[in-house]
């Protein structure tokens, strides 16, 4: 029995040894194609559809990876790169459309394969990486294969930091004139309807969502500015 034992545990030990070292691999990957793939914000859509193998490995991956061997940081940076990363492969396999919006179901009916499950990408943002990591800047980390998204950006979201790129990706984000756009002379703001969509998000966070903008804002908006939204452009991300 005791024998038996020791056999097991060895087991247990090697299969984390050898899980450890896949996770890592699918970052490295990961930030590997963001940097081949991303300029200025935009996706090479057509170079991806000419040579599709590292994306399509990318996708593979992340239909094996099970985030039960994986901690929180793992995992948290698992869903961010796997719904950018599956946005991205659903654009080359719809044909690279338009816009998203012109792939009926892009969003809520296209299934892929997640941790050995079938979702969408709706129930991959909705239903597994907000609710376990319920952060409200993950929404300037999520980047839905539209220009009106916050931007993409040329690497992979690591464990290692994680809470540093997420940082820094939503001061970038809301600095960015064209996603906040200030008028001061007008004494209004436009802003995105992501705050509209998302607004108990970032409510939970902020008395206002002006409140919760300001946190990352070098130059703050007035607290009682007028705020209204612009219409989200939902035109594909490509690189021309």
Known sequence: MKRLFLVLLCVFIVSAIHAQPAVNTFFKEADTFFAENITNKLVD?????????????????????????????Q????????????TIHSIIENGIPDSPLDVEGFFDKQKHTVDGGRVTLDKLEKEMLFPAFPDARVHFVLVCAAKGCPP?????????NLDEQIH?????????????????????VLISEIFKWYKSDFLAKAESVVAYINQYRNKKLDDDVEVDFYSYDWSLNIME
């Open 45 to 73: 859509y057509r170079g991806i559809q000419k040579e599709p193998a590292e994306l399509n490995q990318l996708v593979r991956t992340i239909a094996r990876m099970s985030i039960d061997k994986m901690n929180p940081d």
């Open 75 to 86: 995992e948290k940076a698992f869903y961010i790169n796997s719904y950018n990363l599956l």
């Open 152 to 160: 993409i950006r040329p690497y992979a979201y690591v464990p290692e």
């Open 168 to 188: 820094k990706a939503t001061i970038n984000t809301l600095n960015y004139d064209y996603f906040i756009r200030h008028k001061p002379e007008q004494g209004k």
